[in-house]
């Protein structure tokens, strides 16, 4: 029985069929929570007098400073439920939350970049971002399942550099974008990037006209394309693919521009408005189509999808 606990569907499985030694009449429906380990005393920071507390159990959300138990806040994908406060999430758990289980078929998973132009520090800034995300590169792409609707789908990881735009985060989503035009799917590009990679220059560049030309292809047979905006999205990523969708989409409390406010301070000397890079502001202001809380987000990616495919289903009938 021991070695049943946490995993508790292979143990129901198991059951199945075979002699049942002791009726399990509530099976837990989740993962039986372990004992935290105690916390050593005064081991980290022996100088603070406050009341210790394990790290990795507690979050403090920064909008309202509740502290959320870990777990209640995995099960909200990373969304406060006091204020509806977005954390940051990593790709695959936004395509965990999004996708039908055992759909998604990744691809180019092994592209890596390559330091051509001998930037100091890149092949060192690359090598501790893989290992810190376990990806090779700032975006993961493949087709895959959303509902009913089989979709092209690149999602951009923060994590790594920023989420910023290399070659192969451009080789990678035009790859996407020509197989799911190939296969007349739609494409949905899930964005959080501060902008194009400086270490690869010009190459970092060339990507935005490259992205935003499979995107054309890609309208061109009249296939939808949904960018939405997440975290924080500026400069070049911002400048090609992530502002050309059908439907722009964007989470509460995204930053969206194209330079940071400061710069533009600097260059316009003018006085800013409150708030003028948020998903809130640009909504008002007619840049991005809605705001969607990532709890509804993959509810409403199927609204969107069956009515932007059904005028195609219309005239196929
Ligand atoms: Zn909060």
Redesign the pocket.
């Known amino acids: 029985m021991s070695m049943n606990i946490g995993t508790t569907t292979v143990f129901a499985k198991k059951s199945l069929g075979v002699e049942i030694i002791e009726p399990a009449l509530t099976p837990p429906t989740h993962k039986i929570p372990t004992l935290p380990a105690k916390p050593k005393l005064g081991s980290s920071k022996p100088k603070s007098k406050r009341r210790d507390i394990p790290e990795g159990l507690w979050t403090k959300?920064p909008?309202?400073n509740?502290m959320i138990f870990d777990k209640e806040l995995d099960e909200n994908l990373k969304v406060?439920p006091?204020?509806n406060?977005h954390f940051p999430i990593t790709a695959r758990e936004r395509i965990h939350s999004l996708v039908e289980t055992c759909t998604f078929e990744e691809m180019d998973a092994d592209m890596s970049s390559v330091d051509i132009l001998k930037f100091a520090s890149y092949e060192s800034k690359l090598e501790r971002d893989r290992k810190a995300t376990l990806l090779k590169d700032a975006v993961v792409t493949g087709l895959c399942k959303i509902g009913a609707h089989r979709v092209g789908l690149g999602v951009m990881e923060f994590g790594f550099m920023g989420g910023s735009m290399g070659s192969v985060v451009g080789e990678k989503l035009t790859r996407l974008i020509e197989r799911s035009t190939e296969k007349g799917l739609p494409v949905i590009i899930i964005s959080a990037s501060g902008g194009a990679r400086m270490q690869e220059g010009a190459f970092s560049l060339m990507q935005m006209a490259k992205t935003s030309g499979a995107l054309a292809y890609h309208a061109q047979r009249r296939l939808p394309y949904l960018s939405i905006l997440t975290q924080s999205d500026y400069g070049g990523v911002m400048a090609s693919y992530a502002s050309l969708g059908d439907l722009i989409l964007a989470e509460p409390g995204a930053l969206i521009g194209f330079a940071g406010p400061r710069v533009i301070k600097d260059t316009t000397q003018a006085e800013l408005p409150p708030g003028f890079q948020t998903a809130e502001f640009l909504l008002d202001h007619g840049l991005i189509d809605a705001i969607i809380s990532r709890r509804e987000m993959k509810e409403q990616l199927i609204t969107y999808l069956d009515f932007m495919g059904s005028g195609k289903k219309a005239a196929a009938s």
Do not use: A, F, Q, V
């Open positions: 959300c909008k309202c509740t406060c006091k204020c406060h």
